[in-house]
């Protein structure tokens, strides 16, 4: 196969994807087009109107999620597709082929679907038509993409973890008075100190409408084995003794001691925004819903109406909140989420990835 054939068949993948293939490195290039070909894992139709990267399993194993949990057991025989695309009224004409492939002298095969776009209806609707089990999903630390695994067959698979679809939820907790007051006053203690950490610096966008101070800093190491390692900063002892309320934000829900990051964040006025990312590229703080695991809970110290939290769930389902000053927020930073402010004030959050106990998890639960 020519390289030019190769690119065509390669675009002919990336049209179908579309806008919602986001992440630059998983688009089917024709690197992938070629290596996949040459394996005997590409199938084209004569007429290019639609098309699969997929094959038989040769060995045994685990399928993770985007929690690194184990979800299901793909065994040797069983189909394992990857990608595929097809053009208006061929969707039928991808099923067929890979019910063919099931095909074997002892029954039809066990199905995987590997990476279903979540945010793409076409590859969900093709996991549909068979009827597949969704089990979770993975999600790239890269462009913050939702990629759905489904299985078909009979053999009982694991799937989502306990509360692990929890995408953000409001915790109950006393209101705490004079917030107002803090985010004006701590906004003219730090004066020009407000800044983007080196591990944040592209959420901000090229107008770097969102900065924030670290209380209890996120030390990342680059360039070890330990790349990209999120471990904790010691507490600045001059941000508590100055403003005490800070103090009794932590309290309500946990502590100094189990707090392994805190900052303060705040977003510009009349279209700040924090664009779409997932944080389980950097920090490795074993994030979960789980007691001993670490969660991403927001206090809202001063907002307004016209800003909201975006959050996409494991099955692509896009979800907006709207925060209100002195509420609690858990959400979960592993999946994809962004912030817009419309309105015509800064947006100040205290942000803090705290260890998980039996009194928080009731709450989160609830």
Known sequence: ????????????????????????????????????????????DNDKNYGIIGSEAKTSREVKDFSTHVVGQIKVGDICIKRFFYKEGYKESVVNHISKMRESAFGDRDVWFTHINMEHEGDKAVAKEFNATWLSSKIDAVAAEVRGVYYLGDQKQI?????????????????????DDFAEELDEFVEDGWGIADHQ?????????????????????????????????????????????????????????????????????????????SDKGIDKMNAGIQIGKTARIH????????????????????????????????????????????????????????????????????
């Open 1 to 44: 196969m020519i390289k030019e054939e190769l690119k065509h068949i390669s675009k002919l993948f990336m049209d179908y994807d579309g806008e919602v293939q986001i992440n630059p490195f998983a688009k089917v290039h024709w690197g992938t087009v070629q290596e996949n070909y040459l394996n005997g894992k590409l199938f084209i």
């Open 159 to 179: 799937g989502l973890g306990k509360h692990e679809d929890i995408p953000c939820c409001r915790l109950d907790y006393p209101y705490i008075e004079g917030l």
């Open 201 to 277: 610096k592209s959420y901000g966008g090229k107008d770097k409408t969102w900065t924030s101070i670290e209380i209890i800093p996120l030390v990342v190491t680059y360039g070890t084995k330990k790349a990209k390692q999120g471990l904790r900063g010691e507490l600045n002892e001059e941000y508590i003794k100055r403003f005490p309320i800070i103090e009794n934000i932590i309290n309500q829900i946990t502590t100094f001691d189990d707090c392994l990051w805190l900052a303060v964040a705040k977003v510009s006025p009349k279209g700040g925004n924090i664009s779409r990312h």
């Open 299 to 366: 206090y809202v110290m001063k907002s307004n109406p016209e800003t909201y939290f975006q959050l996409q769930d494991l099955q692509g389902k896009t979800h907006k909140y709207s925060m209100k000053q002195g509420e609690y927020w858990y959400m979960d930073k592993r999946k994809p989420h962004s912030v817009y402010n419309k309105g015509d004030t800064f947006r100040y959050h205290m942000i803090f990835d705290m260890k998980v106990t039996q009194k928080v998890l009731d709450k989160l639960i609830t």
